[in-house]
């Protein structure tokens, strides 16, 4: 189990949400290139995620692409 502050826990919680939304290639196994934004926008519009500061989820999406290819 890991703690969230509550001033993240809007964010994490879209950014679960989100995460049907990747952009994922095959090329000598997965290659994740990232969210597909567009998916991303309806998705936080349809679950009231309005307060959520989108570049926080950019920040979150590149630390799981990192820890996806073992950075």
Same mark, same amino acid.
């Given at each position: 189990m890991?703690?969230?502050w509550q001033c993240h826990a809007r964010t994490v919680a879209a950014f679960f949400d989100i995460q049907t939304?990747?952009?994922v290639t095959e090329v000598h196994g997965a290659l994740w290139l990232g969210l597909d934004y567009s998916g991303v !926008? %309806?998705?936080?519009?349809r679950g009231g995620y309005? !307060? %959520?500061d989108f570049a926080d989820l950019q920040?979150?999406?590149r630390a799981a692409i990192d820890?996806?290819?073992g950075r």
């Amino acid at each position: 189990m890991i703690e969230i502050w509550q001033c993240h826990a809007r964010t994490v919680a879209a950014f679960f949400d989100i995460q049907t939304q990747w952009r994922v290639t095959e090329v000598h196994g997965a290659l994740w290139l990232g969210l597909d934004y567009s998916g991303v !926008d %309806v998705a936080l519009r349809r679950g009231g995620y309005d !307060d %959520v500061d989108f570049a926080d989820l950019q920040l979150m999406e590149r630390a799981a692409i990192d820890a996806f290819v073992g950075r």
